[in-house]
């Protein structure tokens, strides 16, 4: 009698475990749905009356009779520097990922591990601050040599940018680079230490030395991790609104289209920030939301890739072999 008590009070806290769960999950499923349709139902009236190519133009005139407005230039600010963030970071997370997990003395690595994850509680103002005042200067030797050396690339013209220019696409990105360095320090390091210690030790028995090891067995399994991390990274600096603002200096209206990164110009986020108190009337507030809308989906977009990405992963390891 007391065990079907038992088993009866452990079924129904199972059936409300389980019901709780399934009740978030359909929350945050809620949540997202409804805050896509509301930045698309605001978005349509303003997109109806613009006239200009809102994903190909680079006007931004959303006052008159006339709209016109578009986002490539805030695509292409967005998209640079979240992309060289990445490139930056990447390789610096995942070497401090193999140090942490494959080189670091015991009593060394998990401090130095707690040591990268406080990057992460860092507000973004402070980073904003610091990039501004004291990183930027601190690259600018940097940003000469590449200019003077790469110049005619696009990419990394002056375009009569001063080198004492720092509120520019170029150190906005080095910025996003360390801010989410301890997302993928902390992805890559969790995936390179649940590689499976008889992967380490077959590879090391056939007579490959550390490095090799980590060539042949470590890096291979964790591919998936460092990927995620790294999609995962890129949708946390599209994102970045604080630090950004603070540090990029905005280009008038009407002056001449760059494409260098020694340049100036707004993201996607950055743009409604700087122009938030300007919201007064519904022509306006549309166009912004437009904006926010595009950010939106690309942000989600990557999001669900790296969960994919993810997902992929942990599938193969589970593959039987053979």
């Known amino acids: ?36 349709v509301f930045l698309l139902s605001q978005a349509l009236p303003a997109l109806a009356d613009n006239e200009a190519g809102f994903l190909t133009s680079r006007q931004w005139q959303v006052t008159g009779d006339n709209p016109r407005f578009g986002v490539a230039a805030l695509m292409w600010t967005t998209v640079v520097t979240s992309v060289i963030a990445v490139v930056v970071a990447v390789p610096v997370g995942v070497g401090a990922a193999l140090f942490l997990t494959h080189y670091a003395p015991p009593w060394l690595a998990a401090p130095a591990a707690r040591l990268v994850d406080l990057l992460a509680v860092v507000p973004s103002i402070v980073y904003g ?19 003077r050396t790469l110049g005619s690339i696009p990419l990394f013209s002056p375009n009569g940018t001063k ?41 090391l028995a056939l007579g490959a030395t550390r490095s090799e090891m980590i060539r042949t067995a470590v890096l291979p399994y964790g591919r998936g991790g460092v990927l995620s991390a790294a999609l995962l990274g890129l949708g946390r600096a599209l994102g970045e609104t604080l630090a950004v603002t603070i540090i990029l200096s905005t280009v008038a209206e009407g002056s001449p289209w760059s494409w260098s990164v020694f340049a100036g110009g707004e993201t996607f986020a950055s743009k409604i920030a700087n122009n938030a108190g300007d919201f007064d009337t519904p022509q306006k507030a549309g166009a912004f939301v437009a904006a926010g809308l595009v950010l939106f989906l690309l942000t989600f977009a990557v999001a669900a890739l790296a969960r994919l990405v993810a997902d992929r992963s942990e599938s193969l390891r589970q593959e039987p072999l053979g």
Do not use: K, N
Not at 131 to 145: R, S, T
Not at 175 to 203: C, G, K, N, W, Y
């Open 1 to 36: 009698m007391t065990s079907v008590g038992l088993t009866g009070s452990r079924s129904w806290g199972e059936r409300l475990l389980a019901g709780s769960a399934r009740g978030s999950g359909l929350i945050v499923a809620a949540l997202v749905i409804l805050i896509a």
């Open 129 to 147: 601050i610091w990039g501004l005042y004291h990183f930027g200067p601190a690259v600018l030797p940097v940003q000469e040599f590449l200019a």
């Open 163 to 203: 080198y004492t220019d720092t509120g520019i696409v170029f150190v906005v990105a080095l910025v996003l680079a360390i801010m989410i360095l301890p997302i993928v320090t902390a992805m890559s390091r969790d995936a390179f230490a649940r590689t499976p210690r008889a992967h380490q030790e077959a590879a």
